[in-house]
């Protein structure tokens, strides 16, 4: 009895994978249909998202400053606060208390992500104001304007986000689950906010709770971020790299509709509908390491009894360079763009201020992230590096055969290239 039910088993099983007259398995047309399923929902998604697309608009933003889709851009985007809740469609008094220029580089498919604190001193009309009023003080022009002088670079887009729109988007792309460090607990019965995280659990955050986790500055009690807005910048980058990780998931697709429909009725940009595609699936693409994040630093300060962030551009030179990413005229035939890679140049010989010539042969080749110092004296000379495409372009202009991948040592860290002169270290160049 046994051997007979194997027997119809096996036969029922032969069944599903039987050859037809087109020669397909059942199986095989069940894959096909799966996968026209699939194509049919993109196609149908990517359509009905494309009307929701066309809703965003922004007729107050200045124009953008268009380069084509294989050139570095600079997005500005601005997150505003609720200004007065109980005038809450006035847009003229909302301050943008999120700042962040990100910089995405298609040569090197990569994004760099720079917050810009809210209380950065500029001056306006010879007055000390925070770079979050430059808004409701000049509008779109006025804070482009201020974070362009910051930053020495050129914005070519601009996107605003208010809380609204942030709760959707959230909402759309099936909300983020994150681990609450600390205890997270705060009341404002004025604008309607509470928030109650206890530290030690993962909670999914849909929109609302997003809103809650990325205002939070301090508890009921007074206790809670020592630094303020710098160490809630900090906070929110670490939100912001869950929502990357997400949507730069293949699977985000599928969500695709309720996305740009979020897009479509809350944010405001001078990006057109088909530049927010091109860049959205370009962006779908970046691998997660790809995608950094820095936030400018200064010095605090108080000011006629107003606290303020002094900036010093020297110390932030690492990040301004950053955001002026190459063109394709300086990017190896083979490799990385040159001035994309930082380098540290070590010194491993007794031969005074060869690290330094060798710093200068290199920026004089169009590296432009050099740094140089000494290491322990070595006969062989090598370089480090964990980025094979870097890697190809160093060795173009470097005379040393030996590689190795980069170790996890603190003075390496800041860098993607180190490069160790050794005694065998002869010439720059073939």
Known sequence: MRRKTNKKRDTAFSKIFKKDNDSTTVFEKLVL???????????VSMVSGGYALMKVESKSMPSGASVSFNQPVNI?????????????????????DTIIVANYNPQTKSIRIVSVPRD?????????VKINSAYAIGGYPKIKSEVENLLNININYIVKVDYNAFREIIDAIGGIEIKIDRNMIYDDEGQNLHINFKAGETVTLDGKKAEEFFRWRKNNDGSGLANGDLDRIENQQKFISKVIEKCTSPFVIFRAPKIMTALGDNVETNLSPTDILVYGFKFIGIKKENVTMATVSGTP????????LIVDKNENKDILSSLTSSSASNKSAE???KDDIRIKVLNATKINGL???VA????????????????????????LSNDADKLKTIKQDLNIKENDEKDNKKEYKDYDVIIILGKD??????
């Open 33 to 43: 249909g799966i996968i026209s399923l699939i194509i049919t929902f993109v196609i």
């Open 76 to 96: 500005l985007l601005l997150g505003m606060d609720i200004g007065d809740p109980k005038q809450v469609n006035n847009q003229s008094i909302k301050r943008t």
């Open 120 to 128: 950065t001193l500029i001056s306006i009309n010879d007055r000390n």
């Open 301 to 308: 300060k108080t000011i006629n009894g107003e606290s303020f």
């Open 335 to 337: 490799g990385a763009a």
């Open 355 to 357: 690290a330094a010539k």
């Open 360 to 383: 200068k042969e290199l920026n004089d080749a169009g590296y432009t992230k050099v740094d140089t110092g000494n290491t322990e004296l070595s006969d062989k000379s090598e370089i």
């Open 425 to 430: 270290f002869e010439t720059f160049g073939k």
